[in-house]
Each structure stands twice: as C-alpha cells, then as structure tokens.
C-alpha cells in the first residue's frame, strides 16, 4: 500500500516569508497526489492536486506544488505567507479504484508577525 | 449547495454506549468515507463505500460498522464504544477516483 511521510511535524515562518513544506510518497506506480489544508475545529480542505501532465500545480490561496518523480517528493511552496495561513497541512496519495487515499501525518504552520 | 454534512457536531459517550454518525453529501457522489483523524497520525480510512449498498473495510475497521442507505447518506456505528475511539470522525466524498470533499467533522469522546 501507499504510503506518506511528512517529515517536519511544526514549522514556524515570519510573515512575508517564504515557505515549503515537504512531503515525500512510497507508490509503486504514478500517484494522485493531494495537498489538504485544515484550520482549527475545521474540515479539510484541498489546496491543490496532481494526477498526470504538468509537474508544477497551481492551487487556491497562492500555493502551488511540484510532482519530483525521482525523488518521490511532492513539497508544497508558497512564495510570502500571510497570517491566515497558519492551520495544519496534510498531504495524501491516492491509488487504485477505490480513490484509496493515505494521508500524512500533517505539518502545523505557526505564522509569526 | 450543502457539500457533505455531518450530525452531531460533538458527543460524549459512556464505555460501552452505542451511537451512530450521520453524513450526507449533496454533490451526487459514487464514493463515500469514513475517516478518524488522532494526534500525530494524519487521517486513518475506516470504511469506504463506492456505490449504494456496498461497503469494504479501510485501514482500522476494528469496533464500527457502516451502512451506505443510499447515494446520499452514509452512517458510521459504534456498537460498543472504548475510549480507544475517542477521536475526530470526518466522512468524505468523491466521484471515482479524484477529490475527495470532506465534512466538517464529528469530536468524540468516550469516558
């Protein structure tokens, strides 16, 4: 089975930084990957997706990710934080039929002013 | 447009109380999840639904059962609640395979 490791649990930037939040994936064949963002008390939601073509995604609020086969990585970026983007970050791979989708163990984004 | 919901919101439950989840989605989904979310641990598949009337079992399927009553609702039951199961439920949609749109959760607590 897929599988998905986020290898920085808390990570704290000033706002107007930049950031990269690293995602790396164990899949056999070519995955669907996903970025998922979640605010406090919140539900997921998705930031952005790869499933083939373009390995540079653009996604909602500025972010935007790049599909590194060789390196089975996949590390979300966003060029200036703002405070409103700290929340918790997952990344998930999907496979099979079943849109099978395993997430990782998320990475908390502190903003500081 | 409601996308998926969730009832309760929040529950408390006694060791070895029963109680079910509700979800349902609005986007005309063939596939429906059940996911809890635990410190640390990102989103763990519970079960997982494809169409009405089929249900298959995700990665911790151990003390629930699921029921798909139609395109629409999928429930998620605790037959025996341990504290174990105290954790934050989310349930999810999708079309076959692509995104999946998620609820805004259920808080369970089991004393």
């Known amino acids: 089975a897929q599988s998905v490791t986020q290898p920085d649990i808390h990570i704290t930037v000033s706002e107007g930084a930049s950031l990269e939040l690293r995602c790396n994936y164990s899949?056999?064949?070519?995955?669907?990957l996903f970025w998922y963002v979640q605010s406090p008390g919140q539900g997921l939601q998705l930031l952005l997706k790869y499933f083939s073509g373009d390995t540079l995604v653009q996604g909602i609020k500025g972010f935007e990710a790049e599909f590194k086969r060789s390196q089975s990585s996949f590390n979300l970026r966003k060029p200036s934080v703002h405070w409103s983007d700290a929340a918790e970050y997952f990344c998930?791979?999907?496979?099979?039929?079943?849109?099978?989708?395993?997430f990782g163990a998320g990475t908390r984004l502190t903003v500081k002013p | 447009n409601a996308g998926v919901t969730q009832t309760p919101k929040f529950q408390v439950l006694k060791t070895g109380q029963s109680m079910t989840l509700q979800c349902a989605q609005d986007m005309n989904h063939n596939s429906m999840y059940w996911y809890r979310q635990d410190p640390g641990m990102g989103l763990r598949l519970i079960y997982y639904s494809a169409s009405e009337g089929t249900t298959d079992k995700g990665e911790v399927p151990n003390g629930y059962n699921v029921s798909r009553l139609n395109k629409r609702e999928f429930s998620l039951r605790l037959e025996s609640a341990a504290p174990s199961q105290t954790s934050v439920y989310f349930c999810?949609?999708?079309?076959?395979?692509?995104?999946?749109?998620f609820g805004p959760g259920t808080r369970l607590t089991v004393l």
């Open positions: 999810a949609s999708s079309r076959l395979v692509d995104t999946q749109y």
């Open positions: 899949y056999g064949a070519t995955p669907y």
């Open positions: 998930a791979v999907g496979a099979g039929e079943r849109n099978d989708m395993r």
